[in-house]
Nanobody, 115 residues
Framework: QVQLVESGGGLVQPGGSLSLSCAASGSIFSINVMRWYRQAPGKQREWVATITNTGRTNYVASVKGRFTISRDNAKNTIYLQMNDLKPEDTAVYSC?????????WGRGTQVTVSS
């Protein structure tokens, strides 16, 4: 089994920054893909960013140039640095890990962008 725990959410003003972390533990295979998703109130869950174990990244268009996904393989942790935050970035942010045909999810962390 794999457990994922997100942290780093909070309240920030528009234009501000936050950094999220997602720590994985358990039986983790070295070849995996990890992703950030978000779900705003009343909306469907939206994919935000992906990072492979080799460091390849991809982003949804709405966050390109503002968000950066990274990972520390030694710590089995991924990060999401979010800059120039906008009210529309308000959501619960969750991470997932895909490996050997299985997908695991964390419970999420709330990010609120408001003045």
């Amino acid at each position: 089994q794999v457990q994922l725990v997100e942290s780093g959410g909070g309240l920030v003003q528009p234009g501000g920054s936050l950094s999220l972390s997602c720590a994985a533990s358990g039986s983790i295979f070295s070849i995996n893909v990890m992703r950030w998703y978000r779900q705003a109130p009343g909306k469907q869950r939206e994919w935000v960013a992906t990072i492979t174990n080799t460091g390849r990244t991809n982003y949804v268009a709405s966050v390109k140039g503002r968000f950066t996904i990274s990972r520390d393989n030694a710590k089995n942790t991924i990060y999401l640095q979010m800059n120039d935050l906008k009210p529309e970035d308000t959501a619960v942010y969750s991470c997932n890990l895909e490996s050997r045909g299985s997908i695991y999810w964390g419970r999420g962390t709330q990010v609120t962008v408001s003045s």
